[in-house]
């Protein structure tokens, strides 16, 4: 059976609440299908030791501070499913869990939704899947030969699960710094950080709100045709958070530049030795979790839809939120997503006005 509905939001991570609770207000009818079981996003799969880069009053949604976590002044990830679980039902947001989201077509005046739980004709879809179900992992000579462990990190929880093995982390981002301090810093996993080029660590000081606050910059810069500031990438590419500036300090982070090729049981440098390892972890990155807009024709280069704010160029029915700067000045963070959430909302509500 098909059901009709002004808006679907295709996703209900923290983008997708976010544009639920700006919908609402909007007085438009709406539902969010959500491919997980349960609430919280991609917040309830990552790895044990991990904690936001601001305090809790800096990581909320709209309409609802996110509660301080005892003891942390930085809360962690579970705190983070917590709140986004009272969150969707303090609002009472009409989320339906473990409904996956196949295909959006385009179906004369609506846009025709197909997921798990039916076919949807909807006047106006957002697009808020995010990039944690489609990890990046690049093409490297040798990879076929590889037969130890290999990895993403999706798939990281903890150091006991490699006790007593020799590690390589690859990637010289936040993920990549993350993990590999929480390996060396374990005392029990030979780890070895592999990056492309020696990782930038921001100054100690800076966290998650002076990154909201730069990100902001750069897009109103750009928005007024001023030059551009070049945002957080020119300030670094690592937040050296307690765990990383414990492992850094204490000279558990030295880097090895990217090795040539992956040998059965490990790898080769450049300069032609080899190290053995049991497991590699590559944190490489993601890509925008497009594959339901493919009927849609409206990819270009990296994957990304060319938009204008959150709507899609070639299809204004379309806004797309929460996937990076492309999508509104940190959006991709919990407390950037809510203003992108907003416009969207309210031109979406413009749109479908009689």
Same mark, same amino acid.
């Given at each position: ?114 997921? @798990?739980? #039916? ?5 106006? *879809?957002? $697009? ?6 489609? %990890?990046? &992992?690049? /093409? ?82 750009? @928005?007024? #045709? ?5 945002? *957080?990438? $020119? ?6 958070? %307690?765990? &990383?500036? /414990? ?108």
């Amino acid at each position: 059976m098909t059901q009709h509905v002004d808006v679907v939001v295709v996703g209900g991570g923290q983008a997708g609440l976010a544009a639920g609770y700006h919908l609402r207000r909007q007085g438009l009818a709406f539902t969010l299908l959500d491919a997980d079981p349960a609430p919280g996003g991609s917040w309830q799969h990552m790895w044990d030791s991990l904690h936001l880069f601001s305090p809790a009053d800096h990581s909320s949604l709209p309409g609802r501070l996110m509660p301080a976590q005892p003891g942390e002044t930085y809360p962690d990830a579970g705190h983070v499913v917590d709140y986004l679980t009272d969150y969707e039902k303090r609002y009472d947001l009409p989320v339906q869990h473990g409904t996956r989201v196949h295909a959006v077509h385009r179906d004369g005046d609506r846009l025709l939704v197909e997921a @798990d739980s #039916g076919t949807w004709r909807a006047r106006a *879809v957002v $697009s808020a899947t995010g990039t944690w179900s489609r %990890p990046f &992992v690049p /093409a490297v000579p040798g990879s076929g030969d590889f037969t130890g462990r290999r990895l993403h990190t999706v798939h990281y929880r903890r150091p006991a699960d490699f006790a007593g093995q020799r590690v390589l982390v690859v990637g010289g981002g936040n993920s990549g710094a993350q993990i590999a301090a929480d390996l060396a810093l374990d005392g029990h996993v030979k780890t070895t950080w592999v990056t492309r080029r020696p990782p930038r660590f921001l100054p100690d000081d800076i966290d998650g709100r002076v990154l909201f606050d730069v990100a902001t910059a750069r897009r109103r810069a750009l @928005d007024e #045709g001023r030059g551009d500031t070049g945002g *957080v990438a $020119s300030l670094g590419d690592v937040v050296a958070v %307690p765990p &990383v500036r /414990a492992a850094r300090d204490a000279g558990l982070l030295r880097t090895r530049p990217m090795f040539r090729r992956l040998t059965a049981t490990g790898v080769q440098w450049a300069d032609g030795s080899r190290s053995e390892a049991d497991a590699i972890i590559w944190c490489t990155g993601f890509r925008p979790a497009l594959a339901h807009l493919a009927p849609l024709g409206l990819r270009g280069p990296r994957g990304h839809v060319r938009t204008s704010g959150t709507r899609a160029v070639g299809e204004p029915r379309l806004h797309l939120l929460g996937y990076g700067d492309w999508t509104g000045p940190a959006s991709a963070t919990l407390i950037g997503v809510g203003r992108p959430a907003r416009e969207a909302a309210h031109r979406i509500a413009r749109q479908l006005d009689p």
